[in-house]
């Protein structure tokens, strides 16, 4: 039995920003997240996350060691679960959220696969996961962003067995160092104006909005990368076990200030990142 790998490796690359400085932004209160792959619809709900709510725990378990919280969205095949845990990390200028969205075999069992894909293998259509009515607390009007950059890593989907997909357009294995944590699609091919593949769009504000538009699907013929060789056949022949998605939020509202800011969230992210990847590759081999 394998365990998935809960984190987004978002290696942050920005540049300098000068006269202002932005208030870190605070954890989120809630939103609507709505899932498509072409014409379907396969999940819409609203998530509440905060004391008492869904989602209490939104830290990974590196960092405060117990597991993230989640809940179920909606439903795939014959009624299987789809669920959604959100790990939310911040640095003096981010507030950085990653979506993990899942089809395990039950909720008791949220780390083995469920016999349905969360996108249908044989479909080419392409895929959306649209958020919406999301509010931070503190009423803070944020900027949800993506670096343009090949080190912001944005999104990844992995197999049956728990594998990266090689997705077209993703980092080649090992590209900064992070071996198979890089095969990740970057933010620059969702910034690169392509409307064909891969489109990011949001609005700003104390309710703000974004979409991870026009994902390609893996399909039967995109191969995986497990650790040690690339370019092999998926487990489940295209089965997609979870989709992983990163976005990052500047304050909407700019505090006066007269110095400059070197983004810290490269260190911080990938850092992080190695860490817990580690602890939950540890955890599988035991």
Known sequence: MFKPLHILICAMSVALVASRVRGQVGEPSGFTITIKHGANTLATDHVTIGPGQELQDTKATFQDGDPEDFTQIGTVGAGNPMILKVVSEDDPMYRVLHLYINVPISLANIYSPGPTSLFNPSDSSLISVEI??????????VEPRVENTNSYYVSFMRDFGGHFYQ????????????????????????????????????????????????????????????????????????????????????????????????????????????????????????
């Open 132 to 141: 919406t009515n999301a509010t931070f607390f503190g009423g803070m009007a």
């Open 167 to 286: 997705l077209p357009q993703a980092n080649a294995y090992n590209t900064y160092g992070s071996g198979i944590y890089d095969l990740q699609v970057p933010g620059d091919k969702y910034l690169d104006g392509s409307p064909g593949t891969y489109n990011f769009s949001a609005t700003q504000g104390a309710v703000s909005s974004w979409t991870w538009g026009n994902m390609i699907n893996p399909g039967a013929g995109t191969t995986i990368h497990n650790g040690f060789s690339g370019g092999l056949p998926s487990t489940g022949s295209g089965y997609v076990f979870e989709l992983g998605l990163s976005v990052a939020f500047i304050n909407g509202v700019p505090e006066p200030a007269t110095m400059m800011f070197v983004a810290g969230g490269a260190t911080l992210m990938l850092g992080s990142g190695r860490q817990y990847l580690h602890k939950r590759r540890q955890a599988r081999n035991e």
